[in-house]
């Protein structure tokens, strides 16, 4: 009898803690506008939704959040990046040659998060610096992290690889969302349908 009652009591925390699993996506975006008409330029960091302008990343990690339930926190430096093209495309380059860890804007608690959806664009073939920020000064430890990337044509960079380096020991899945930055806008949702199918994160009702 003991036994039943000790297995059926694990069956129930096993379930409670199922049913208080939380997913996070946190995201790195800068749109160089959020007015339309967008320029040459503007169009490389961002998609125009219904009348709204949006970033390539942001526009991602809305989706996926739309599609998990999940809460979103984004990625920002305390100090804006320029919305200029030209000297925040120098001001990335300069970053990560003196590796700079920007400091950021905001905090969030991972602790109550089992699962974290991880988004940037790559810059200079690399994780901007400000996600090197959020990876190192957070806790980690027991949670699943799943990158996704948009790019302008260098793809995954080896990225995932750095961002496991970054935290050894946690488990950085392998299946990673890359969409080019010319075609967010015409892809994005059936991609991120597809792969949160094959991730077995089915979208909620």
């Avoid at 990876?135 to 027991?142: A, K, S, V």
Wanted: aromatic residues 8%; proline residues 5%; neutral net charge.
């Amino acid at each position: 009898m003991k036994k039943i009652v000790v297995l059926a009591l694990c069956l129930a925390a096993l379930t409670v803690q199922a049913a208080c699993a939380k997913t996070l996506v946190a995201y790195f975006s800068v749109p160089e506008t959020d007015r339309a008409p967008v320029t040459r330029e503007e169009e490389n960091s961002v998609v125009t939704i219904k009348g709204e302008v949006v970033g390539n990343t942001q526009y991602v990690a809305r989706l996926i959040a739309q599609h998990t339930g999940a809460d979103t926190f984004r990625i920002e430096p305390a100090v804006p990046y320029t919305t200029a093209h030209a000297a925040l495309v120098a001001q990335a380059r300069e970053e990560l040659r003196r590796n700079v860890r920007p400091v950021l804007k905001g905090t969030v608690d991972l602790s109550q998060y089992d699962t974290v959806f991880l988004g940037y664009p790559i810059w200079w073939a690399d994780l901007p610096m400000a996600v090197y920020t959020f990876l190192e000064t957070n806790d980690f430890r027991g949670k699943t992290v799943i990158p996704f990337v948009t790019h302008g044509g260098s793809r995954l960079a080896g990225t995932p690889a750095k961002i496991a380096q970054a935290l050894p020991g946690v488990r950085v899945v392998k299946n990673v969302l890359c969409l080019d930055r010319d075609d967010v806008e015409e892809i994005a949702v059936r991609e991120v349908d597809a792969w949160l199918a094959a991730l077995g994160m089915a979208k909620r009702k």
